[in-house]
C-alpha cells in the first residue's frame, strides 16, 4: 500500500478543498484562483506535451483552447440553457451531461488540430511555429463571423448548467469538475509518455531521422501526440467558459498562447512534474499582479522619471510575462526542473505512488 500513500494525500486533499469550498470556509475568490490553477496546469502540461516532450515548436494553443470552449459552451446551452428556446434536457441530468459535454470539445478541438499535425509531418521549428500562428488567427476569425455563437461580441449562458447543477445538489460543483479533469490530465499524460508512443515521441524529439530508422511510425505518433495535446487544451476551454460565463474569441489570442508557452518554458521542457510547478507559480504570480497598490509601490521610483505614468495592472501583466520569458532564457533555459521530473530530484519519492 505504500505506492499509493501520494495518491491518497492528493485525494485527501482535493476531499478538503472541496468541503472548505462546500460550507464558504474559503471565498469564491479563493476558489476561482484554485480552479485558474487547474485550468493553466491542464494547459501547460498538455503543451509540454509537443513543446517538450516532442521537441516541436508551436504557439498556437489556445486556438484548441477556444475550440473546445465554444464546442462546450453551445452544448451546454442547448442542452441547459434558454438561448435558442426551451432546454433540451432537465436539470437533474446537468452533472452527469457535463463531462460529456467537456469530453465533446476535447474532441473537437483533437480534430481541430490537424490542421497543425498534417503539416506538421514535413516541417519543423519556425515553420511549424508559422502555421500554428496562422491557425490560432483562424480559429479566432471563424467564430468572430459565426452569428449564432455571438461572433465577436461573445457568448454567455452557460452559467444555467452550473446553477442546474447547484440545484439538484448543491455544491462547489466547478471546483470538483476542475479537479477531476487537472487530475485526469495528469494520469492521462504521465501514462501516455510512459507508453510505446510516449517512447516514440521521445525518440523524435532526440531524431527524427533516426527515429524513422529504427521503424518509428513518425507521422502516425506527431498525429497522436498532438491530437491528446489538443484534446486536453480543448477540455481546459470547456471548463474555463464555466468558470467565467461567458466566452469571447479575443480571450483565445496569441497572448493566451503565450501565456502557456511561459509556463512550459518555466517548468522545463519534457518534465511533467516542471510543467505542473510552473502553472502553480505562475497563475499565483498573476493574481499578485492584480494588486493595483502593489504596483504603484514597485513602481514608485519610476513615476520619479515619468511622473504621468499610471500603468494599469492589465499592462503591467503584459510587461511581466514577456519579461520572465526574457530571464528565464538569459539564467535559467532549462527551467525549474529541466527535463527531469521530481521522482528524478527526489528518487524516494517513486515508492510512494503510481500512475497505473
Same mark, same amino acid.
Given at each position: 500500500?505504500?505506492?499509493?500513500?501520494?495518491?491518497?494525500?492528493? %485525494?485527501?486533499?482535493?476531499?478538503?478543498?472541496?468541503?472548505?469550498?462546500h460550507?464558504?470556509i474559503?471565498?469564491?475568490?479563493?476558489?476561482?484562483?484554485?480552479?485558474?490553477v487547474?485550468?493553466?496546469i491542464?494547459m501547460?502540461?498538455? !503543451?509540454?506535451?509537443?513543446n517538450?516532450? +516532442?521537441?516541436? #515548436?508551436?504557439c498556437?494553443?489556445? %486556438?484548441?483552447?477556444?475550440?473546445?470552449?465554444?464546442?462546450?459552451?453551445?452544448?451546454s446551452?442547448?442542452?441547459?440553457?434558454k438561448?435558442?428556446?426551451? =432546454?433540451?434536457?432537465?436539470?437533474?441530468?446537468? +452533472?452527469?451531461?457535463f463531462?460529456?459535454?467537456?469530453?465533446?470539445?476535447?474532441?473537437?478541438?483533437?480534430l481541430?488540430?490537424?490542421?497543425?499535425?498534417i503539416?506538421?509531418?514535413?516541417?519543423?521549428?519556425?515553420y511549424?511555429? @508559422?502555421?500554428t500562428i496562422? /491557425?490560432?488567427?483562424?480559429?479566432?476569425?471563424?467564430?468572430?463571423?459565426?452569428?449564432?455563437?455571438?461572433?465577436?461580441?461573445?457568448?454567455?449562458?452557460?452559467?444555467?448548467t452550473?446553477?442546474?447543477?447547484?440545484?439538484t445538489?448543491?455544491?462547489?460543483?466547478?471546483l #470538483?469538475w476542475?479537479?477531476?479533469?487537472?487530475?485526469?490530465?495528469?494520469w492521462?499524460? &504521465? &501514462?501516455f509518455?510512459t507508453?510505446?508512443?510516449?517512447?516514440g515521441?521521445?525518440?523524435?524529439c532526440?531524431?527524427e531521422v533516426?527515429?524513422?530508422?529504427?521503424?518509428?511510425?513518425t507521422?502516425? @505518433?506527431?498525429?497522436?501526440? #498532438?491530437m491528446?495535446?489538443?484534446?486536453?487544451a480543448?477540455?481546459?476551454?470547456g *471548463?474555463?467558459?464555466h468558470?467565467?460565463?461567458?466566452v469571447? =474569441?479575443?480571450?483565445?489570442?496569441?497572448?493566451?498562447?503565450t501565456?502557456?508557452?511561459?509556463?512550459?518554458?518555466?517548468?522545463? +521542457?519534457?518534465s511533467?512534474?516542471?510543467?505542473?510547478?510552473s502553472?502553480?507559480?505562475?497563475?499565483? !504570480?498573476?493574481e499578485?499582479l &492584480?494588486? $493595483?497598490?502593489?504596483?504603484?509601490?514597485?513602481?514608485? =521610483?519610476?513615476?520619479?522619471?515619468?511622473?504621468d505614468w499610471?500603468p494599469?495592472a492589465?499592462?503591467?501583466k503584459? /510587461? +511581466?510575462?514577456p !519579461?520572465?520569458?526574457? *530571464?528565464?532564457? $538569459?539564467f535559467?533555459?532549462?527551467?525549474?526542473?529541466?527535463?527531469?521530473?521530481?521522482s528524478? /530530484?527526489?528518487?524516494?519519492?517513486?515508492?510512494?505512488?503510481?500512475?497505473?
Amino acid at each position: 500500500m505504500q505506492k499509493y500513500t501520494l495518491n491518497v494525500l492528493m %485525494a485527501a486533499c482535493a476531499v478538503f478543498l472541496l468541503v472548505l469550498a462546500h460550507f464558504k470556509i474559503i471565498d469564491n475568490y479563493i476558489q476561482a484562483v484554485i480552479m485558474f490553477v487547474g485550468i493553466n496546469i491542464i494547459m501547460s502540461t498538455s !503543451l509540454n506535451l509537443v513543446n517538450g516532450n +516532442m521537441g516541436e #515548436f508551436t504557439c498556437g494553443h489556445a %486556438a484548441f483552447m477556444c475550440m473546445g470552449a465554444y464546442v462546450t459552451s453551445l452544448l451546454s446551452v442547448l442542452c441547459f440553457g434558454k438561448n435558442f428556446g426551451d =432546454p433540451l434536457l432537465p436539470q437533474y441530468m446537468a +452533472m452527469f451531461v457535463f463531462p460529456i459535454m467537456i469530453l465533446a470539445g476535447g474532441v473537437v478541438a483533437a480534430l481541430t488540430s490537424l490542421l497543425v499535425a498534417i503539416p506538421a509531418f514535413k516541417t519543423r521549428d519556425d515553420y511549424l511555429a @508559422i502555421i500554428t500562428i496562422a /491557425v490560432n488567427y483562424m480559429v479566432i476569425s471563424a467564430i468572430e463571423n459565426m452569428d449564432f455563437v455571438g461572433g465577436s461580441r461573445g457568448f454567455q449562458g452557460m452559467k444555467n448548467t452550473v446553477w442546474a447543477m447547484n440545484d439538484t445538489i448543491k455544491g462547489p460543483w466547478m471546483l #470538483f469538475w476542475v479537479i477531476t479533469f487537472t487530475v485526469f490530465t495528469i494520469w492521462v499524460i &504521465r &501514462r501516455f509518455i510512459t507508453s510505446t508512443y510516449g517512447k516514440g515521441v521521445n525518440a523524435i524529439c532526440q531524431d527524427e531521422v533516426a527515429a524513422e530508422i529504427m521503424s518509428v511510425n513518425t507521422n502516425k @505518433i506527431k498525429l497522436v501526440n #498532438f491530437m491528446i495535446s489538443a484534446g486536453l487544451a480543448g477540455c481546459a476551454g470547456g *471548463l474555463f467558459a464555466h468558470i467565467i460565463g461567458y466566452v469571447n =474569441p479575443q480571450s483565445f489570442n496569441i497572448l493566451k498562447s503565450t501565456e502557456a508557452m511561459v509556463m512550459v518554458y518555466l517548468g522545463g +521542457m519534457g518534465s511533467l512534474s516542471g510543467a505542473v510547478l510552473s502553472a502553480i507559480v505562475f497563475t499565483f !504570480l498573476m493574481e499578485v499582479l &492584480r494588486s $493595483q497598490s502593489l504596483i504603484d509601490f514597485l513602481l514608485a =521610483p519610476a513615476t520619479f522619471v515619468f511622473p504621468d505614468w499610471e500603468p494599469s495592472a492589465g499592462v503591467i501583466k503584459w /510587461v +511581466m510575462i514577456p !519579461l520572465l520569458l526574457v *530571464l528565464i532564457m $538569459q539564467f535559467r533555459p532549462e527551467g525549474i526542473m529541466g527535463n527531469k521530473e521530481l521522482s528524478d /530530484v527526489f528518487p524516494k519519492l517513486k515508492k510512494y505512488y503510481t500512475f497505473k
